[in-house]
């Protein structure tokens, strides 16, 4: 049942569609791919000193790994590297194979169900305001002792979301068929429990 069983997960940073994207992986037994991991490694080896282009065709696995690749720097790095078409175009075919891989699949990003994956079998846009989500991003960076501001990231996660709203390349946006999911005011077990709900709505079982 589960061969070929693709789930698209989108949304903005710090929504929680990366903790829903693990907690369903997790629970119907399928793999799990961070995309926004792909642009994050990317935008740190441009951090480092290299091209863009050439960073994401020679990405590997095991570039993934890298503890770094949660730091602000990286993140800002990652939206701007995502803009460039050739760079998205490169990481296209890493996607689309892991998402078809059999025992099924979860992936989360900002186009999963737009552009990567328009066949998925379950499409969700997980998101909340700007403020709740700068909140969680705080609590998050001040737990690993990074010192910004509050004001500072709200400011950069308003710009984030600007960058890829209006990119032309892939723009975040809900895919028209995509089940909305707004954890504004949902605890994490709540939010898990609707993307669960939905997927079981399309025939996803345990693996």
Partial sequence: MAD?????????????KGTVSKAVAEYFGFAHLDTGLLYRAVGAKVLAGRDAL???RTLVVEDLEDDSLRTPDVAQAASKVAVIAEVRAALLDFQRSFA?????AVLDGRDIGTVICPHARVKLFVTASAEIRAQRRFAELSGRG????????LADVKARDARDMERVE????????ATIIDTSRLTIDQAVAAAVAAVQAAGGQKA
């Fill in 4 to 16: 070929g069983f693709t789930i698209a997960i989108d949304g903005p940073a710090a929504a929680g």
């Fill in 54 to 56: 050439d960073a994401a």
């Fill in 100 to 104: 078809a891989r059999s025992g099924g």
């Fill in 146 to 153: 990074i010192t910004d501001s509050f004001e500072t990231v």
């Fill in 170 to 177: 892939a723009p975040l946006k809900p895919a028209d068929d």
